[in-house]
């Protein structure tokens, strides 16, 4: 509130900064203020804000007939800032002002103000210089010098939002971040069990290798069969899948509380809508996959490798890599009944 000393000019600024930021004012809104005692002084009060740049002039209505002079207050600071500024600086932060956080191109900015590229070159320095405007580069048109207040951040359509810096992809960063996600889901995605006892994997190994040893058959078997090895949790305990209905995997919701809690992104403002499109892509590398309408798992690799590389889903099963497939049979010197690898994979 004004004291009672204020010029009326402040008195009327005063009351219009009661109401709520960017409130339009008519003529009939700063009269019933009763700051000035008739209208030909509320017009003149009115002109002494618009040349201390505390009130912005707008005109209303789209049509000659309905059109009606407003006002719109700015702030002391932004005042002050255009007091600071010639003609030039003023028109030229006045158009840039305009697009808040998408910026202007400029040649956009010369076309909108009419002016002489040299005259738009020396404001822009200038505004610059003042730390009042800056010059980013827009992911979408690269090649493009583009202006925004200097206290904005760029939209998302201009930056690329935080997986881009500088216009350029931060590679590191999402390598940094997806790294941190897959560990995080990988621990919550799988639940850790004993395996198989040790004493009966090595009781069933020395029951195959009896019957190769007493089968006239057994020339042709190797002596070191393949060994399927199962992925291991933190603990060193076998890694096995929730049970059917569990609800409990990561959402993009407790997925970015916990990247925000390990403080792996300080300095970086990532939203969940960010978080989905990185989620997307590391579902469409293979590393992660839906679970329901809102969850995430792991995905499984083949965790054996040969010399031809990794393999997929059937090498995985001891029989898909078997080299005695062709002799295992019901009666045979191999056979699925007594199989210790087939029967260790099974309890997984």
């Known amino acids: 509130?004004?004291?009672?000393?204020?010029?009326?000019?402040?008195?009327?600024?005063?009351?219009?900064?009661?109401?709520?930021?960017?409130?339009?004012?008519?003529?009939?809104?700063?009269?019933?203020?009763?700051?000035?005692?008739?209208?030909?002084?509320?017009?003149?009060?009115?002109?002494?804000?618009?040349?201390?740049?505390?009130?912005?002039?707008?005109?209303?209505?789209?049509?000659?007939?309905?059109?009606?002079?407003?006002?719109?207050?700015?702030?002391?600071?932004?005042?002050?800032?255009?007091?600071?500024?010639?003609?030039?600086?003023?028109?030229?932060?006045?158009?840039?002002?305009?697009?808040?956080?998408?910026?202007?191109?400029?040649?956009?900015?010369?076309?909108?103000?009419?002016?002489?590229?040299?005259?738009?070159?020396?404001?822009?320095?200038?505004?610059?210089?003042?730390?009042?405007?800056?010059?980013?580069?827009?992911?979408?048109?690269?090649?493009?010098?583009?202006?925004?207040?200097?206290?904005?951040?760029?939209?998302?359509?201009?930056?690329?939002?935080?997986?881009?810096?500088?216009?350029?992809?931060?590679?590191?960063?999402?390598?940094?971040?997806?790294?941190?996600?897959?560990?995080?889901?990988?621990?919550?995605?799988w639940a850790e069990q004993r395996g198989p006892s040790k004493a009966d994997i090595r009781r069933k190994k020395e029951l195959v290798q009896q019957q190769r040893n007493n089968n006239n058959n057994n020339s042709n078997l190797p002596a070191d069969p393949p060994k399927f090895e199962p992925p291991l949790g933190r603990n060193g305990r076998l890694l096995v899948p929730h049970a059917p209905g569990y609800r409990n995997y990561p959402t993009a919701t407790s997925i970015l509380d916990f990247i925000v809690k390990s403080g792996v992104i300080e300095g970086v403002v990532i939203r969940e809508s960010d978080l989905r499109s990185l989620l997307d892509n590391l579902v469409f590398d293979g590393r992660l996959e839906r679970m329901g309408a809102m969850g995430y798992r792991t995905v499984r690799g083949v965790m054996n490798e040969t010399e031809e590389g990794y393999g997929n889903g059937l090498t995985q099963a001891p029989c898909g890599r078997c080299p005695v497939f062709n002799l295992c049979e019901e009666g045979g010197p191999v056979s699925a009944t007594n199989c210790v690898y087939f029967e260790e994979w099974l309890k997984l």
């Open 1 to 189: 509130m004004a004291p009672a000393t204020a010029s009326k000019k402040d008195q009327l600024y005063d009351k219009c900064a009661e109401r709520e930021p960017g409130t339009i004012f008519y003529q009939e809104d700063l009269s019933l203020f009763n700051v000035a005692k008739d209208v030909e002084e509320l017009v003149r009060l009115c002109q002494e804000l618009v040349d201390a740049h505390l009130f912005e002039l707008l005109e209303s209505g789209q049509n000659a007939w309905d059109r009606a002079l407003c006002w719109r207050l700015r702030t002391r600071e932004d005042a002050a800032k255009l007091r600071s500024m010639d003609p030039n600086e003023r028109v030229v932060y006045s158009h840039i002002s305009s697009t808040s956080d998408q910026g202007m191109w400029t040649r956009t900015i010369k076309a909108k103000t009419n002016f002489h590229q040299t005259v738009i070159n020396k404001a822009l320095k200038s505004l610059e210089g003042k730390r009042l405007v800056k010059s980013i580069t827009s992911v979408k048109h690269p090649g493009r010098k583009i202006y925004m207040l200097a206290h904005l951040t760029p939209s998302e359509e201009i930056s690329g939002g935080p997986w881009h810096q500088d216009g350029e992809l931060d590679v590191e960063l999402i390598e940094t971040i997806a790294g941190v996600i897959v560990q995080y889901v990988e621990g919550e995605s």
